[in-house]
């Protein structure tokens, strides 16, 4: 989810705007809608040590931190206003989809970790296991579960896309 602050774009929706962008290089989450090299940098996959998959949790749940309900009731609340089609409940846990966590193996705790959180629609449009073959093909790092809960779902979502076997971990 984005955070809106002065460096996020709100583009026409009609407009496609890349969440993830991989290559041979690395890996960029764009938070803030713009892919100027200076507001969406690169991880290095060299700098990648393990990436682990998990259900979709609220960030605190990987790096630690307060339950703040009420601003992520005002996050959702604003999103709501300005994609009235949203319809996403604010909750704990989203166990329909998962959460790609790279360890960039950072001693500051709240740089240990990109975390990913992976649109429900990339599970069945191809866009996960394509994400998923980019981390294999350039990371070198293993893909781990974040714990069992995630085995479980994930193992059952490579199951319906018919990948049961090439994600096991």
């Known amino acids: 989810m984005n955070i809106p602050g002065r460096r996020t774009k709100y583009p026409d929706t009609a407009v496609h705007v890349p969440f993830v962008l991989t290559d041979p290089e690395g890996i960029a989450v764009n938070l803030f809608n713009d892919t100027d090299p200076k507001v969406l940098p690169m991880l290095k996959w060299s700098n ?6 998990g259900v979709t949790k609220n960030n605190r749940h990987y790096l630690g931190g307060r339950l703040y309900s009420s601003r992520r009731q005002s996050r959702f609340d ?3 206003r300005r994609h009235p089609s949203f319809r996403e409940a604010v909750r704990e846990v ?3 989809r998962f959460t790609l966590l790279l360890n960039v193996g950072r001693e500051v705790q709240s740089m240990k970790y990109v975390i990913v959180q992976i649109p429900k629609s990339w599970l069945y449009d191809g866009q996960f296991a394509s994400l998923l073959e980019d981390i294999r093909t350039h990371c070198g790092a ?3 579960y974040f714990d069992e809960e995630a085995s479980h779902h994930f193992q059952q979502w ?3 896309i018919g ?3 090439k994600y096991e971990a």
């Not at 990648?48 to 998959?53: A, E, L």
């Open 48 to 53: 990648v040590r393990q990436v682990w998959t």
């Open 78 to 80: 604003e999103i709501k």
């Open 94 to 96: 989203y166990p329909d």
């Open 142 to 144: 293993p893909l781990s």
């Open 158 to 160: 490579a199951k319906t």
């Open 163 to 165: 990948h049961g076997e």
